[in-house]
């Protein structure tokens, strides 16, 4: 029962601080798996208050557990913004181990990996139901955005008329398109940048106070 | 124009049956619905297509996809009460269009209201009131690419009532299976393998916090329910 009071005490907190105005906002950073969401998580949190969120890895699904980094606080042209960044597990429709035994891994520890990721899903689709204010969602600008996932993700953000700020990351690879999911998704504004380079990060952080502020 | 080809942008009358064998310049088969209204400049390369409206096509998608599990789900379980014909015909309706025929309404319960405001055009009224015939469709139609998709070729099945999608329609037994699978939160393929259900995920109150090996769930009771 550990698990649960522990869940319950965490949830509570969650609603306690939805209600209360002076609370940082929860941005939660959603995307498909392995767009960069705990790079830019990273980014952020390196940036603005010196420690990590997370570890970060080629291998998808590294993040399976929504990981939280509270009271960041952004400073934009004199004016400060604080939020509590939540970086979330990547959301897929099909988790299979098999995909991890090419990454060098035993056969048990990729059994593991796909039953916590799965996890990792359920918990970022009712995080996204409940507990956050706004969404920061990073897509890889070098592969198709028009994918279902995607779509139906930006879609219940939609419904829930919560703010959404589109990052186009990984602008440092030669593959990248900004233009292409601009196209995907015209009714948001899309900002790029390469978290893990650190390019255009200024205009994220202008956006993000902006958006967030 | 309200679909476009999102490979070549070409543009096609809503309901268009030329999309069935897919696009005729590229052979794309990725269309996007353009709301009445919205500015499409039909290009010929490989720009990409013009924004919809802000109404737009996620929240339409979004929308359909739950149709379709919710008429699937009401249309019970695969050897359920409900005559294969409308079933299918519900599952194909989900996709863009309401019923003309009051026999069909009877038996679907999941009928949007909304699904009968919009006005049709002429290619609308065509594709749901007529058969198209096999000199509308390209010569080389039930090609490699398209059986692997499992759609029928034409005039498969001659006998019932005139219905537009009919013969471009994926095999219905599959889909619905597929569908049904789908509305669970989560399957358990074997360990290690699962597939979800993310409108289910995200809609259902439970918090699904454990996985099991042998398909149990555990679940974060609602306070409401808790406390009784």
Known sequence: MGLLTNLKDSISRAASTLFSEEDPKRIGIYGPPNAGKTTLANRIARDWTGDAVGPESHV??????????????????????TIDIVDTPGVTTKVDYTEFLEHDMEKDDAVRRSREATEGVAEAMHWLREDVDGVIYVLDSATDPFTQVNTMLIGIIESQDLPVLILANKIDLEESSVQRIRNAYPQHETIPLSALEGDNMDEVYDKIAEYFG | MPHQCTDCGRGFDDGSKEMLSGCPNCGGNKFQYQPEGADISETPDAEPPEPPGPDSTVARTVGKTAASVRDFVSGSAPDGDRPA??????????????????????????????????AEDSAQASARGDIVEPDELPSDAPSASESEHQFRPVGADPDPPAEPEQEDRPDLEELRAELNDQFESIKVLEPGQYELNLMELYDREEYIIALQEDGHYSIQVPETIRSE
């Open chain 2, 85 to 118: 014909e409308q079933s299918h015909l519900d599952a194909d309706r989900s996709a863009d269009s309401q019923p003309s025929d009051p026999s069909h309404t009877s038996g679907s319960p999941s009928t949007e209201p909304d699904r009968t405001s919009a």
């Open chain 1, 60 to 81: 998808p699904h590294e993040t399976r557990r929504a990981r939280r980094k509270e009271n960041v606080e952004i400073e934009r042209d004199g004016k400060k913004v």
